[in-house]
């Protein structure tokens, strides 16, 4: 087992004026090369706090985060920006889409803006595009897409650049549950079909039963894991989850 990802003891206050709010609190997650975990936990528990952490988007008050051993919470600015755009794909959970470029061309800006070539480059973005169903969209551009197809654009973008680990934010939060599937098996083939590295935040029982394991966050904390060597189903994850919540 290779490790990917070591983030140990993070801790994050958020300063407000006069109060604090201790975002997490002393959370330690290790994640394997080829392993798919997705984080549970409910509205403020800290998740998305915990994907910035691992993605270098925001820094902890304490604590390190080691990304394919390389301590990321050391680099510098450039470095970070480099080592995201190059080894990571990052959904966020809003989408972050330029309102002036079309479907393709968004998904396509990551590699462009490295001097890539566009002969190579557009025909990899609209592939993405049409993994995630998107093929009749190539060329709208986001205020002419729906929500749920603005994120799978995202989606699509976070995946041009073959990263090692995908960090993903509610992938699936604006979408019916087909198209959800849809995004959830792709996350699933890439870690199966190609050792990559998944981890996903999400609400959805039925979403979180693609990962190998889930890390539950309450409070800033993580309060437990669900496992199952058969493999999960989606009412044994929300029956765990409310165990572990409740
Ligand atoms: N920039 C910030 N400044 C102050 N407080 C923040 C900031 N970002 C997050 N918080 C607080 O930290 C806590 C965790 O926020 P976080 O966004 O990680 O939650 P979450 O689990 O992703 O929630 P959701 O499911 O609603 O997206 C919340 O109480 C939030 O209000
Ligand atoms: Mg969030």
Wanted: charged fraction near 25%.
């Amino acid at each position: 087992m290779t490790t990917v990802l070591a983030a140990t003891n993070l801790c994050k206050q958020f300063r407000m004026g006069e109060s604090v709010v201790q975002a997490l609190d002393h959370v330690s997650l290790t994640v394997a090369r080829g392993e798919f975990v997705a984080i549970m936990g409910a509205s403020g528990s800290g998740k998305s706090t915990l994907l910035h952490l691992i993605g270098g988007l925001d820094f902890p008050s304490s604590g390190s985060v080691v990304v394919e051993g390389e301590d990321i919470t050391r680099l510098g600015d450039r470095q970070r920006t480099l080592f995201r755009r190059h080894r990571l794909g990052i959904i966020f959970q809003s989408f972050n889409l330029l309102p002036a470029l079309t479907a393709v061309e968004n998904v396509a800006l990551p590699l462009m803006v490295d001097g890539a070539n566009s002969r190579e480059t557009f025909p990899r973005a609209e592939k993405l595009l049409h993994d995630v169903d998107l093929g009749h969209r190539l060329n709208h551009r986001p205020q002419a897409m729906s929500g749920g197809e603005q994120q799978r654009v995202a989606v699509a973008r976070a995946l041009l650049n073959d990263p090692a680990v995908v960090l993903a934010d509610e992938p699936t939060g604006n979408l019916d549950s087909d198209h959800a599937e849809t995004i959830w098996r792709l996350l699933r083939r890439l870690v199966d079909d190609e050792q990559r590295t998944v981890v996903a935040v999400t609400h959805e029982p039925v979403g979180a039963r693609y990962a190998d394991r889930i890390v539950v966050l309450k409070d800033g904390r993580i309060v437990g894991e669900i496992t199952e060597s058969g493999g999960l189903d989606a009412a044994l994850v929300a029956a765990r989850y409310a165990e572990l919540v409740g």
